[in-house]
């Protein structure tokens, strides 16, 4: 089956992370698609000075984004060079040519994308906007998709990570608003101007293209009430706890009598509810569905790679359709050809664990059970033991260092076998990195 | 532009809820598509006694699914009878007509899911299987689509809500395992033979099929090292929570040298983690991807509206493919036509509020704060006051009850004027139902 060909124009940060996606992964992206994905041209108009990851193979370079859109060999275009201007003329230029195009511009986007989509309808082209908002989160996918068959009563969105990351710092080390914004700062995680991100702006772009997506209708940016997190203090993050709660920039789209209720700004969130664990300069979605009821999403907001996933997962899609004509193609496993899995001996897998016993309580077990652990040359991290009464059924805990299961498993089998226990051990791994 | 008709074979839990939505959303699936979505046929052996949902239309009732899948008015057959003997054959004789088949049968699918998709291939239709894993959760669309451009390392779920229900209250009250059980089973959350869910096998069938769509490779259940819950007790909980831990029943696929690390078993993960944040009958994947990083999916992992939110997206997925013939027709946005947005006032939004106030501190300030927010017929929830010295800087926070938006601003006018304050309020509404 003949390559798919693409032309990427733009090479910042997210043309940077989906080009290295694209040279890394094309082996495991062609055993999902059943063909392979050429980088056939890359444009920017500091072309001639960067550097192009290896496993490419020969992509074109130009500064010309026309010879691009314009080029017979190209199939498609990945626009990624933002703002509205030129994005467009390049979009619109390439769907001129009957190309597809995926696109990473929420700004256009919401101001254009109706627009942008009839005309590429009219075209026979495709136009694909998973990494316009929320770059790691596959949400388009799924508001498009994957629960299509609902109906979307209220979005909740953590929708900007250097709004989020400032909250959660001020939230977990109590320290002013402008000490935090000022590290952010130092740290690169905020920009020098910071207001788009802390003044609610870009929360504001996102939830309105989210709003698109989840009640099919198109929403100007301005007219959402948007209020952003300068005011927010300590002393806030201090008497939301004493009510339950913490404090997260939330844009909010809710479907009300005749229309819909829209904002960005501040607000409590009971600290039990799932979107109060979103920490850092990360986003999430969730979404009230009629009949699904709660779903939740999270991940990355932005970065080259995560938003490079979302470029390349639309490359994909479009490059599926032009190469099969439709859709039925496409496995429903996500790979063309599933092959039989190679089952690992969970024996090699190394984690720390958990060893729970119950014993008859004597002077020694410890000294004896250290000892059996020792010679299976596995080390102890903790032994934890509660206030207990009863002497004859005492539970008490060995946490072991990360150690390959094999040597745990035959540790225990000997351990088992120690009179003095009450019934058989209790072993868990500890899942650490999450 | 013509409907597209679907025969439903099975009226079970699944069947059920997707007639519901089919029959409550079929304005709303209609903006979607472009089109509608029309129920030729139902087919249950006890069809005769089924009440079927208002708003269906006149859909032909029958106990025999011979009869749909050869029916040549229906376009799509939705197979949700479960098992895999009988559901095989309305599966494969669906597709030796040439029609789609949406499933939501798991054991089916991961048992020879590589084989029906084949065949569905050789005859030009499409399989889709979306609501055969974690029911609320698009995870299929998720792996197949929005991070396919990704290459997945390790895939974490809670895959079964009985069990993660089982432990959570077990976390939460410290209640032993089996009286929690008892419980569960009275309230209809387990089996009265609860060993699929807590002994890890129907989480097994479901990782077994995730894995597939993650790795690209066919798993076979039975290879998957499993272990239950029933040994898991308080006790293990409040170890766990010395070393910063909780315990879940955790289903892993991990890339490892040559192949892949597979287990259903109960795990430590750290307490800070989102996934600890599941709890009840929910289900949740956790995607760590080479190139995206961490994203996180929620939902409902079962339940006939959630299940059959499932159903009917993947409906309206191969619905699109039989109207268009290819995909280049599905809007971006989702919808087939995205109107204008009927922005709402928030000054109509209910909600209960923070307001936090600075003051220079003197007798009566609560009395007169008081008597502004009664006359705008506000309710007082709780005043709270930390401790501090700063009598000429003293920060305390009023919470109101549910209020339309208008009354608060109206009264926060009020407040700002008052003399004895610092600075002007901050005022945040408390978004509770999360």
């Not at 010309?64 to 498609?76: A, C, F, K, N, T």
């Not at 030129?86 to 254009?112: F, Y």
């Not at 009839?118 to 998709?145: K, N």
């Not at 927010?232 to 004493?242: E, L, M, S, T």
Request: proline content about 5%; aromatic content about 6%; charged content about 20%.
């Amino acid at each position: 089956m003949r390559d798919v060909t693409i032309g990427i124009v733009g090479l910042g940060n997210v043309g940077g992370g989906t080009l290295e996606i694209l040279a890394k992964s094309g082996d495991e992206i062609a055993r999902k698609l059943g063909f392979r994905l050429r980088v056939g041209a890359v444009c920017s108009r500091s072309v001639a000075s960067k550097t192009l990851p290896d496993g490419l193979g020969e992509a074109r370079r130009t500064p010309d984004w026309r010879s691009v859109v314009e080029d017979p060999g190209i199939d498609v275009v990945a626009e990624l060079i933002g703002g509205t201007a030129v994005a467009r003329e390049v979009i619109e230029g390439a769907i001129a040519k009957g190309k597809s195009v995926v696109t990473a511009n929420k700004e256009l986007m919401g101001l254009a994308g109706v627009e942008i989509w009839r005309a590429a309808q009219a075209r026979g082209a495709s136009i694909a906007m998973e990494a316009s908002v929320c770059g790691g989160i596959p949400i388009h996918a799924v508001l498009r998709e994957g629960i299509a068959g609902d109906s979307v009563d209220t979005l909740f969105g953590i929708l900007n990570g250097t709004s989020n990351y400032i909250l959660t710092e001020i939230e977990a080390h109590g320290t002013d608003f402008g000490v935090v914004l000022g590290e952010a700062q130092r740290l690169g995680y905020a920009e020098p101007d910071p207001s788009v991100d802390i003044d609610g702006y870009d929360a504001r772009s996102k939830l309105a293209l989210l709003a698109s997506l989840a009640f099919g209708v198109t929403v100007a940016p301005t007219s959402i009430h948007t209020d952003g997190i300068r005011r927010i203090g300590p002393v806030d993050f201090a008497y939301a706890r004493q009510i339950g709660c913490t404090i997260r920039l939330l844009g909010s789209a809710r479907r009300g009598e005749g229309g819909l209720f829209l904002s960005v700004r501040p607000a409590l969130i009971p600290s039990s509810t799932i979107l109060a664990g979103v920490r850092g300069a990360y986003n999430a979605v969730w979404v009230k569905g009629h009949f699904g009821q709660d779903t939740f999403y999270y991940g990355r907001g932005a970065g080259p790679l995560p938003t490079g996933v979302a470029v390349v997962s639309d490359l994909m899609r479009v490059a599926r359709e032009i190469q099969y004509g439709d859709a039925k193609r496409v496995s429903p496993f996500g790979y063309s050809e599933p092959g039989a899995a190679q089952v690992l001996p969970l024996e090699r897998q190394q984690r720390p664990w958990y060893l729970r016993f119950r014993v008859k309580d004597r002077p020694g077990i410890i000294a004896e059970m250290a000892g059996i652990l020792a010679r299976h040359k596995i080390s102890i991290d903790a032994v934890l033991q509660l206030p207990s009464g009863d002497k004859q059924n005492l539970p008490f805990v060995i946490t072991v260092e990360s150690t390959p299961e094999s040597q745990v498993r035959s540790a225990l089998t000997e351990l088992s076998e120690l009179p003095f226990l009450v019934e058989a051990p209790v072993a868990m791994p500890i899942e650490g990195g999450l």
